[in-house]
């Protein structure tokens, strides 16, 4: 049995582009400078394993992929875990960036909300937020 979320890496055309983006408007820490080909970003707390990298690729065993060449990689969703206390924050820096915000989405099932918007490789970017306990 999976134990958790160890990394996510994106696919994007412009890895230093990218890399700030990630770094002034998603507000994750680098772990690593970028490169032309690679940039590393803690996703959780530093150390831990959840990281989120960028990369120009190509990637191990991409050759073995069942998709042609060109599309083996495509756009992703996926959510990062934001505190109720500095959502509104967050939020706000990514409007600040020009970057269009939706939402809010409430998901009462899981006690829930949660903001959407896309990255410069038309990525879509999840800021979700649990309720806090009562």
Do not use: C
Request: no cysteine; aromatic share 14%; charged share 25%.
């Amino acid at each position: 049995m999976a134990r958790g979320l160890s990394e996510l890496v994106l696919i994007v055309a412009d890895v230093p582009r990218a890399a700030a983006f990630y770094r002034e408007v998603v507000g994750l820490r680098p772990e690593t400078a970028p490169t032309d080909q690679w940039a590393w970003f803690w996703a959780g707390e530093p150390g831990t394993p959840q990281r989120v990298a960028l990369a120009r690729g190509p990637l191990l065993f991409e050759e073995h992929s069942p998709s042609p060449a060109g599309s083996r990689f495509g756009r992703v969703r996926f959510a990062l875990e934001v505190d109720r206390a500095v959502l509104e924050g967050e939020v706000a820096r990514v409007r600040r960036a020009g970057v269009t915000v939706y939402g809010p989405q409430r998901f009462e099932w899981m006690k829930a909300e949660s903001w959407y918007f896309y990255d410069l490789d038309g990525n879509l970017v999840e800021f979700w937020s649990p309720d806090a306990p009562a």
